[in-house]
Every structure is written in C-alpha cells, then in structure tokens.
C-alpha cells in the first residue's frame, strides 16, 4: 500500500524553527523527485520546494529561499524540511508528494501540483506569538 506521512509541524513563534518530515512506505521516495507544497487557510495551493531523484537538485519557493532547506535520506525512506526564520506567513498546512511524471524538479520554477500523487494528510505549521 503507497503512503506517505508528513510529520514535525505544530505551534513555533516568529523567527523559530521546525523541521518536518515525509516518510513514504510502498514505495522508494528517491525515485521520485519530491515536492513540498503548503496551503493557507483561504489560499491556493503553492509549491514550495522540491528535491530531484537523480542529481538531488532543488528548488524553492521565493518565499522561502535562504529560510527553508529540503534533504532527503534515501536509508530512511524520508524526506525533510528544514524551516528557520520562520513567519506567520508560513502558517499552513504542508504536504509532500511524489512526481509521478518526472524525476527532476524544476530549474528555477515549480512544477505543477498535477503531476504528483500520493498525496499525505499533511502536517500543520502555526507561526504566532
């Protein structure tokens, strides 16, 4: 059975941190390129990061650049997302998924949300005072 379970959010105050994780069972997470994505309460969903199954390239949100760190340990099946600054801005539920059409993010933009599967129930992030 394909599963993924994302973990490690809760409440954290301005420039905190968090560091979630997405581990995945019924299926090798480093044979996908694998993508973090957020909603806001009201909001659309947007990409926010993304890590490559062949060369371990990424990208990032401009939103999050130089804040947010994507890893991934392929003996543990998981991958992370290291958050630092963090601001209520960030405040959203953030879910992983696979890219079933691709092994490479993308250069510089977000590949759209369509092209993965295997979506998890998410894991809530509260940026607050």
């Known amino acids: 059975q394909v599963q993924v379970v994302e973990s490690g959010g809760g409440l954290v105050q301005p420039g905190g941190s968090l560091r979630l994780s997405c581990v995945a069972s019924?299926?090798?997470?480093?044979?996908?390129?694998i993508g973090w994505f957020r909603q806001a309460p009201g909001k659309e969903r947007e990409a926010v990061s993304c890590?490559?199954?062949?060369?371990?390239?990424?990208y990032y949100a401009n939103s999050v650049k130089g804040r947010f760190t994507i890893s991934k340990d392929n003996t543990k099946n998981t991958v992370y997302l290291q958050m630092d600054s963090l601001k209520p801005e960030d405040t959203a539920v953030y879910y992983c998924?696979?890219?079933?059409?691709?092994?490479?993010?993308?250069?510089?933009?977000?590949?759209?949300?369509?092209?993965?599967?295997?979506w998890g129930q998410g894991t809530r992030v509260t940026v607050s005072s």
């Open positions: 998924a696979a890219n079933l059409m691709r092994r490479s993010c993308g250069l510089g933009y977000a590949t759209p949300s369509h092209e993965y599967g295997y």
């Open positions: 019924g299926f090798t997470l480093g044979d996908y390129a």
């Open positions: 890590i490559s199954a062949s060369d371990d390239s990424t």
